[in-house]
């Protein structure tokens, strides 16, 4: 029985440090055309958050946007933006512990354990890297990375590094959509 609870604790945790990620996109652009970018400034500025946490972001994406190839252009092919957001998960577990107890029978004695409930929280954050045509301004491709945030700040870079590097794993799309 420890054994499960010790189990059921690590799958816990385990689920909520991944990072979920999502994409869509304009299937009728030819994505193949684009060769430079620049940042959408008025997109960047308007996100509330540090801006130590802005300038890891911007690092990320310059990093994983360079290793598909693209440069950046003072006239660029795609404008990046990106917006975030977060929210308070709650988490409830109920684990019922019954055995072998004194006097009465199975389970039901005051002197042993029984259903116990633990409540935990974590915030949950998403991140929506936004990549625009930069002759007609549209929205051509979005990503969306979706996990727990951690206050770890010692891993803060890691953790922003690898949620941005998740999200543009899927631009550009592949030209059967997938």
Known sequence: ????AFLAFILFFVS???IHVYSDF????DFSKYKTFAYFKPQIDKVDISDLDKRRILKAIDAELTSKGLSKSETPDLLIGFSTEAKEKIYINNMNSFGWGWGWGWGFNPWFWGPRNSVSTQTEGTLYINVIDGVSKQLIWQGKGRGGIQENMKNRDERIALFVQEIISNYPPRANGL
């Open 1 to 4: 029985m420890k054994y499960l």
């Open 26 to 29: 304009d299937s009728e652009v």
């Open 16 to 18: 909520c440090a991944s």
